[in-house]
């Protein structure tokens, strides 16, 4: 009954730090203006494991519509029994996916992927498809709450949540 829309979450834990360690955090959480602005982040638990492409961009062999959840790439490595792996990540613009099934190439270097969420926006033939740490935009939920420091310039662990707030047509 109705759309159903996916999204990333994010969950950081930050461990105490000292005062000039501290400040430098502090200011970007502060940047974030509690979930107004948004920033640039990438699962680094999550490393490509198919071979991936000939370089760490690799780029859209015809264009598709916003909502389709398979693509053909091209430069990838060619013949390649695993080209991507189900659970491979890749950006496209301000955007994130994952892998669903994984995948071959041929002999020319293409591999069709399938994978979710759907295509948040239109692409187009030669769009930049990136595989080396891709990364997603996200804007701060909760955790600001537990920004602080003592006298003494230790700050408390901080416990932060992102959502996903990707760029959509």
Request: glycine letters at 8%; hydrophobic letters at 40%; charged letters at 20%.
């Amino acid at each position: 009954s109705g759309p159903i829309t996916e999204f990333f979450q994010a969950e950081i834990t930050l461990p105490g730090r000292k005062d000039n360690e501290w400040r430098a955090t502090s200011a970007f959480l502060m940047k974030l203006r509690g979930g107004t602005n948004k920033c640039r982040l990438y699962d680094p638990y999550r490393p490509l494991q198919g071979a991936g492409g000939l370089a760490s961009t690799v780029n859209l062999d015809a264009s598709a519509i916003a909502g389709a959840t398979s693509i053909t790439l091209k430069n990838m490595i060619a013949s390649q029994a695993i080209s991507l792996k189900a659970d491979d990540m890749f950006g496209i613009g301000e955007n994130l996916y994952l892998v669903t099934d994984t995948a071959a190439s041929d002999s020319s270097g293409k591999t069709t992927i399938s994978f979710l969420p759907p295509l948040r926006k239109a692409v187009a033939e030669d769009d930049a498809v990136n595989l080396n740490k891709p990364t997603g935009l996200f804007m701060l939920t909760s955790g600001l709450e537990g920004l602080s420091a003592s006298h003494s310039g230790f700050s408390s662990q901080l416990n932060l949540k992102f959502m996903e707030d990707p760029d959509i047509d």
